[in-house]
């Protein structure tokens, strides 16, 4: 076993620490009314506009979280499905719409569930009825499994649209391609390269990546959730300027 | 209270599980191997949980007679089923009955509903050249070259196939995953900032 | 909104033009029509004070079990009034106006009949049928008003004493105004004709004759205010018993009356009705001006409809649709009923089957090579990542323990266990011990088949000396960093027999992490192979990990192969073929790899089809464009 850190790991340590003090800086500074700039991602777009058009079918509408678990690495994904489903939840509770999530994760069923009973509105708060708790569903604990639960809520539930945003393979296909069969706007979004080609395919809109994590800054404009978003492009934008360096260096002198 | 205790449960572990990535100290490895041990008990509880709702919500289809509940009424049975099967005082999973409703029920069933994705591959591909043609005439041109790459007729109809592929998967598919992977790790490492400093605490913990 | 006062049924701000009332076809008529006599209060008509209270005859109202809902209120929920109704596409506002405007709101027969009214036409309209007829509770509606507006504003009411001092002027002018009228009967100008003669042609035929025959079929006297007794006074002006009073027996057969001639200042401030629709409003504003308590209180401002209804801006212009309510409700019906579902219903039946067609060609192209057991193609050489998990592991000394790791589940079985199976028969070729473990629970089953194949074939290879089926490790990422930092936990049963593990000798000498000489990666997504790399590569950077995936994951683990993590990496059956190849033995799968060759070219196929199609009607579809 080693006994000194290693360096890739200080450097992290290292770079986690000094994003703290800017994390606090640039809330406090969007707290204050200071603007955040955000370039259009026509997903975001789509999303913000899905509750009304499910209000107006008179339809319920489903959010996945992917097939993630928690604990896992990409837990991230799935707390940005369920930033998402935070939202959406929320614009629901205002217009009597009912969400309808599928899970993977036992673990996510009372996550989900509260997250649904405490956005809504005061007037309905506190009646966990079990169509509410209903709402939130296990489908499998695999994904082609959960994909094929999914597959059949789709087709048999009166839905208007499908959010499909978290951590999905080639299952998504699945999912993908009986939401578009039944006509149902689609926003779906992975990190996983692997579910990518598909998602463009089928889905109306596809988040790409980190676009993912940009939920609750674009629907919610959440203000920790736009110091973030800065931060991120800080340090992306470092990293641009790192790479392009050590590629200009490494050609110029080998 | 109610408020403030989780909230400082979450940031208490967080912060311990992050440190035992960056320390060596026994300490705190030692208590983080405990609190991972709890998160796995936890999770393996958490199925019981997605025992009552799946039973919660297909006894609801069966009971409303909700359109295709005879499906709801074969899962809930055959889950049933498996539980029995697999109860304490046998052999759990590794139980013959077990085995058997997996070898020829569950492995077939999700082998042949993976191999779906081959025909939806096509349907979906031609929905989205209808709906977007350029993209997804770009998308599948560089698709048709690796799969040519990956299979023997590739090199049947041009010897260069393979080594296009070897190019196209080496270079610009690895950038763009290059890419993808350090967004989401920055994505992640905000994530986890936002959930350790509590700033969306007046949302998660209320 | 310039917050101008309008009048009840403007359809447009006087000032400013903005709409008043929204624009659903079914509200449109509702709108526009009086609604019957405005409610008048039997107190001081201050008007909003007026409307915050309950007029008289609201409990006649009330029962009405078939009253039509004022506006939108009953068919607009309360939350799409906080909701403005987004932009929408032309198909979805034909779906959405279906829901939200109601047909039965489309009724002419009350317009025309209200609007009949207002010009003073149908004298012949015996007030006595309607008295006779059994009332229905709409006609019970309109009497009441109809008394109620007559005994408010009578001058013989007693309720006569009701009326304030500041309304008993403007009131005696009315009714003297009226009086002066009653001596010329049905004295209608010139310019008021051409109304009554557009109205006559646009609705009396159809709409007006419509709603009559309504009207008989369900035996509904007709009761509008045009039954009323053409004395030229307004029915709340008549005398309590004029109402009684028989019908002239034909109304063609009255005298011819004269023309009313109107003073020239009068005639210079006539206006000059442009289109009916201006000739419709304007009717309906004299109406709103001359009737009820608030006669002569001109621009009377009705509080309840301005406040109930949310006002949409702007298209004035759509309030033509009042021209022919009729036909405005068969276009809903062409839009919104039968003949599109019919149409649908059409398209629907005969489809070509592409779809069936294209999904045969796959299906055939997958089956064929595997029934004949085909091999159609050969591999020749092997790629570098195939070359360096073969070097991996014939650089590991012979009689070690080798751990692999069965992350994959029955969904890619078919293209997973050809590499499983290649890479445990050349451990076994060098006599190595191997360990199974999953992160996933169908993990074990899917190792102990693979074991099981790869054992059938070698006699030296018994379970529990050359393999044991360490099980499903709970937990995925978690269960790997206690794995990583921990020893193993050996005190736990195997999968297969139930053993303790440390029992078995294929364990030997087995602790830690420190005694695997080897972890090989069976993982079918590219967390699985993440998460190993992570949680065990990153604790031990020096134990050798290499790592067999689907053909989709490669291009997301290759970043781990080009950076070293992995030192070796396969892929897809065309991997384990590849590997196979290494070994000396004859690739594995040759049928399957006919099938998979075979089966992306009709993919291709497929798609170069599609292509050729799309580019084919998009043209076709410009070229009618243009």
């Known amino acids: 076993m080693n006994t000194v850190l290693p360096l890739e790991r200080a450097l992290l340590l290292a770079g986690i620490l000094l994003s703290l003090p800017a994390f606090a800086f640039v809330t406090l500074r969007v707290r204050q009314g200071r603007q955040v700039l955000l370039r259009s991602i026509p997903g975001m777009d789509l999303m913000a506009q899905l509750v009304g058009r499910a209000l107006e079918e008179g339809k319920s509408t489903h959010l996945s979280v992917g097939v993630g678990k928690l604990g896992e690495a990409s837990t991230a994904e799935t707390m940005a499905g369920l930033t998402a489903l935070d939202v959406l939840a929320e614009r629901c509770s205002a217009t009597g719409v009912e969400p309808l999530v599928t899970v993977p994760d036992p673990a996510l069923l009372p996550l989900t569930q509260d997250l649904i009973q405490e956005r809504r509105t005061p007037s309905s708060a506190g009646r966990r009825t079990w169509a509410t708790m209903s709402q939130a569903r296990f489908m499998g604990p695999d994904a082609t499994a959960y994909a094929v639960g999914a597959m059949d809520t789709l087709q048999h539930e009166a839905l208007s649209n499908s959010v499909t945003i978290g951590p999905f393979g080639p299952e998504f296909l699945l999912i993908g391609e009986t939401g578009a069969r039944e006509d149902l706007a689609q926003v779906a979004g992975t990190t996983n390269p692997e579910g990518l080609p598909y998602m463009k395919l089928t889905a109306d809109h596809t988040l790409v990546g980190e676009e993912l994590f940009a939920t609750g800054a674009y629907l919610a404009k959440w203000p920790s959730h736009l110091a973030s978003l800065v931060i991120q492009d800080s340090v992306r934008l470092l990293i641009v300027l790192v790479i392009v360096l050590g590629v200009a260096l490494r050609t110029t002198w080998g | 209270m109610r408020r403030r205790l989780p909230a400082a449960v979450a940031t208490a572990v967080g912060t311990i599980v992050l440190l035992s990535f960056f320390t060596l100290n026994p300490v705190i490895r030692g208590i983080t191997a405990f609190l991972t041990h709890t998160a796995m008990i936890v999770a393996a509880f958490a199925f019981l949980l997605g025992v009552l709702n799946v039973l919660l919500v297909h006894v609801r289809k069966i009971g409303q007679r909700q359109s295709g509940w005879g499906y709801s009424l074969a899962l809930v049975v055959v889950m049933l089923v498996v539980l029995l099967l697999g109860r304490p005082g046998t052999q759990g999973p590794a139980d013959s009955g077990v085995e058997w409703i997996l070898r020829n029920v569950q492995i077939p069933l999700q082998a042949t509903f993976f191999s779906l994705l081959a025909f939806f591959v096509v349907t979906a591909s031609y929905r989205a050249l209808r709906t977007r043609p350029r993209e997804t005439s770009l998308m599948l041109l560089v698709a048709a070259i690796v799969l040519l790459g990956q299979t023997p007729l590739g090199p049947k109809i041009w010897d260069q196939f393979p080594a296009l592929k070897d190019w196209i998967l080496a270079v610009p598919t690895t950038a763009g995953v290059r890419g993808i992977l350090l967004g989401t790790a920055l994505g992640t490492v905000a994530t986890g900032i936002r959930l350790l400093t509590l700033t969306d605490r007046e949302r998660y913990f209320k | ?95 959405g106006e279906s829901e939200w405007a109601e047909p039965e709101t489309i009724e002419p027969v009350d317009l025309a009949a209200r609007l009949s009214h207002v010009l003073g036409e149908d004298a012949s309209a015996p007030a006595a049928e309607s008295a006779g007829a059994q009332p229905t509770p709409e006609s019970e509606m309109d009497a009441a008003l109809v008394d109620d507006d007559h005994a408010a504003s009578s001058p013989q009411s007693p309720d006569d004493e009701t009326v304030p001092d500041w309304l008993r002027s403007p009131l005696e002018e009315s009714v003297a105004l009226a009086d002066s009228e009653d001596a010329e009967p049905t004295p209608l100008p010139g310019w008021l004709q051409d109304s009554e003669e557009s109205v006559s042609t646009a609705l009396g ?189 014939e650089a590991i000394p012979e009689d070690s323990f080798v751990l692999i790791a069965f992350d994959y589940e029955a969904d890619l079985a078919g293209e997973m266990e050809p590499q499983a199976e290649a890479i445990m028969r050349h451990l076994r070729s060098r006599n190595q011990r191997i360990g199974a473990i999953s992160l996933f629970p169908q993990g074990p089953f899917l190792a102990q088949q693979a074991w099981n194949r790869v054992s059938q074939d070698q006699a030296d290879a018994q379970y529990g000396q050359s393999f044991v089926n360490l099980g499903f490790l709970v937990g995925r990422e978690v269960g790997l960093r206690t794995l990583a930092q921990g020893p193993l936990q050996l005190d736990r049963p195997d999968f297969v027999r139930g053993q303790t593990l440390q029992n078995f000798p294929a364990l030997a000498g087995v602790k830690g992490l420190e005694d695997i000489q080897l972890i090989v990666l069976i993982g079918a997504r590219p967390d699985a192979i993440r998460w190993w790399v992570e949680q065990v590569g990153s604790h031990d950077s020096q134990k050798p990990l290499v790592a067999a995936v689907p053909a989709s994951v490669e291009p997301a683990v290759r970043p781990y192969y080009h950076s070293g993590q992995l030192r070796g990496l396969i892929s897809g059956l065309m991997g384990a073929a590849d590997y196979d190849l290494q070994t000396g033995r004859p690739p594995a799968g040759g049928a399957a790899i006919d099938a998979l060759t075979l089966g992306t070219a009709a993919v291709l196929l497929l798609i170069a089809v599609s292509a050729l199609f799309t580019l084919v009607t998009h043209r076709r579809g410009a070229d009618q464009r243009t």
């Not at chain 3, 002006?237 to 027996?249: M, R």
């Not at chain 3, 019906?333 to 149409?343: D, S």
């Open chain 3, 1 to 95: 909104m310039c917050g101008a006062p309008n009048d009840a049924y403007n359809i447009a701000c006087t000032r400013c033009g903005a709409r008043l009332v929204p624009l659903t076809p079914g509200d449109l008529p509702e709108d526009t029509k009086p609604a019957g006599p405005t409610p008048q209060p039997e107190g001081p008509p201050a008007e909003p004070a007026a409307q915050d209270q309950p007029p008289p005859v609201e409990p006649v109202v009330e029962p009405e079990p078939t009253a039509r809902p004022r506006f939108s209120e009953e068919t607009a929920s309360p939350l799409s009034r906080l909701f403005p109704r987004p932009e929408r596409t032309s198909e979805e506002t034909i779906e």
């Open chain 3, 205 to 393: 035929a159809g709409a007006t004759g419509w709603g009559k025959a309504e009207d008989e079929e369900w035996g509904v006297p007709d009761d509008s205010p045009q039954s009323e007794p053409d004395t030229g006074i307004p029915s709340w002006l008549l005398p309590a018993d004029a109402k009684d009073q028989p019908p002239p027996p034909d109304a063609d057969a009255a005298p011819e009356p004269e023309m009313a001639t109107l003073p020239d200042w009068l005639k210079s401030l006539q206006p000059e009705a442009t289109s009916f629709a201006d000739k419709v409003e304007e009717a309906l504003q004299r109406a709103e001006s001359t009737s009820g308590l608030l006669t002569g209180v001109h621009g009377a401002l009705p509080v309840e409809p301005i406040i109930a209804m949310p006002h949409i801006v702007g298209r004035v212009q759509e309030s033509a649709v009042v021209e022919d309510a009729r036909a405005g409700k068969l276009l809903m019906r062409l839009l919104t009923g039968r003949q599109p579902a019919e149409r649908a219903v059409t398209a629907e039946r005969r489809p070509f089957p592409w779809r069936a067609i294209g999904h045969l060609v796959l299906l055939l192209a997958l089956i064929v090579p595997l029934l004949v057991d085909s091999t159609l193609f050969n591999i020749e050489q092997s790629p570098a990542p195939a070359q360096a998990l073969y070097s991996t592991v």
